[in-house]
């Protein structure tokens, strides 16, 4: 069965940090795009950054970029996302997916995790 499931949410300080991890299964990364997704209180969901295994093309959307690095480990099947300098604006719930990741767009496929809250308040 393919999965996703992302683990490492929580409540933090402007200017703190966290790192989000998203376990994969039921399939091995070696050929796949992970992205992180958000989705903020009464906002649409945004992309934030994806990392293509194949050639290790990475994305970050400008609001993030600088301050989150995206990073995988094939062989624990995990997709990391490190948050640093976060802001309130950071706050929501954040997703990873399976993608398409370019260097400049990242677009969903068909399988998403069920999400971790980042809550950045003080």
């Known amino acids: 069965q393919l999965q996703l499931v992302e683990s490492g949410g929580g409540l933090v300080q402007p200017g703190g940090s966290l790192r989000l991890s998203c376990a994969v299964s039921?399939?091995?990364?070696?050929?796949?795009?992970i992205g992180w997704f958000r989705q903020a209180p009464g906002k649409e969901r945004e992309g934030v950054s994806c990392?293509?295994?194949?050639?290790?093309?990475?994305y970050y959307a400008d609001s993030v970029k600088g301050r989150f690095t995206i990073s995988e480990d094939i062989a624990k099947k995990k997709v990391y996302l490190q948050l640093n300098s976060l802001k309130p604006e950071d706050t929501g719930v954040y997703y990873c997916?399976?993608?398409?990741?370019?260097?400049?767009?990242?677009?969903?496929?068909?399988?998403w995790g069920q999400g971790t809250l980042v809550t950045v308040s003080s």
């Open positions: 990392i293509n295994s194949s050639d290790d093309t990475t």
């Open positions: 997916a399976l993608v398409r990741c370019w260097a400049t767009l990242i677009n969903p496929l068909n399988l």
């Open positions: 039921g399939f091995t990364l070696d050929y796949y795009a």
